[in-house]
């Protein structure tokens, strides 16, 4: 079964510092997300992200953070400057189809990056 | 958006069949419930979706009552395995945001002893 693929599985960062996580989609799939969990708490929507461009975004997704599809298969999110309460899990998601006025489509969640910020 | 209430934690023994209701008074005419499944340092996982009545698959079954005001996940016979937390959402879109993300809530804990 196709699976969506994350790294790196944890990353420790300094305040301060810039971090870029990975995610590659299930190929076929045209919607990518990001979500994050700070441990013990909800999971949490930051962005949506079709054709190239934001679809959505959370108030989370403030100016320090960037997503981006550099090439045909990875999507990433770029922290510009982290702060220790960025520190969280990083769920990458993607589905095949939008949510269309009913039924909507699976998403498919990766396995997650941790970044931990110092 | 319409909100979901479900218990914050379950206990139950393996070989059990355990149902996890959610409550969405306010579900609108369009919306969709999905259910899905995390366990602990994994992204959730989609185990069912349902509009009206019930819907099984190979993992679970859903059931929604005519008034869609409330649904039931049910677990045939876990295992240890089993043993995750499961979100109930509920939107207009399937999962209740405007281009598709999904809104969770905090879940249940179901925890299967042996």
């Known amino acids: 079964e196709p699976e969506v693929t994350q790294t790196p599985s944890h990353q420790v960062t300094q305040m301060g510092q810039e971090v870029i996580l990975r995610c590659v989609p299930i190929?076929?799939?045209?919607?990518f997300y990001w979500y994050r969990q700070i441990l013990g708490q909800k999971v949490e929507f930051l962005v949506s992200?079709?054709?190239?461009?934001?679809?959505?975004k959370s108030e989370i997704f403030d100016d320090q953070f960037s997503v981006e599809r550099p090439d045909g298969s990875n999507f990433t999110l770029k922290i510009r400057s982290t702060k220790l309460e960025d520190s969280a899990m990083y769920f990458c998601?993607?589905?095949?189809?939008?949510?269309?006025?009913?039924?909507?489509?699976?998403?498919?969640f990766g396995p997650g990056t941790r970044l931990t910020v110092l | 958006l319409a909100k979901t209430t479900q218990p914050i934690s379950m206990d139950s023994y393996e070989g059990q069949e355990v149902n996890i209701t959610c409550s969405h008074n306010?579900?609108?005419?369009?919306?969709?419930i999905t259910w899905y499944q995390q366990f602990p340092s994994q992204g959730p996982r989609f185990i069912i979706q349902?509009?009206?009545t019930k819907v099984t698959n190979e993992v679970a079954s859903l059931f929604i009552p005519a008034d869609r005001k409330s649904s039931t996940l049910s677990l045939p016979r876990v295992s240890l395995s089993d043993t995750a937390v499961y979100y109930c959402?509920?939107?207009?879109?399937?999962?209740?945001?405007?281009?598709?993300?999904?809104?969770f809530g905090k879940g249940t804990k179901l925890s299967v002893k042996p």
């Open positions: 998601a993607s589905s095949e189809l939008p949510s269309q006025g009913g039924a909507g489509d699976t998403q498919y």
């Open positions: 190929s076929n799939h045209l919607y």
């Open positions: 992200f079709y054709n190239n461009e934001i679809s959505e």
């Open positions: 306010n579900i609108a005419t369009n919306d969709y």
């Open positions: 349902g509009y009206k």
């Open positions: 959402l509920v939107g207009d879109r399937g999962y209740g945001g405007s281009q598709g993300n999904l809104i």
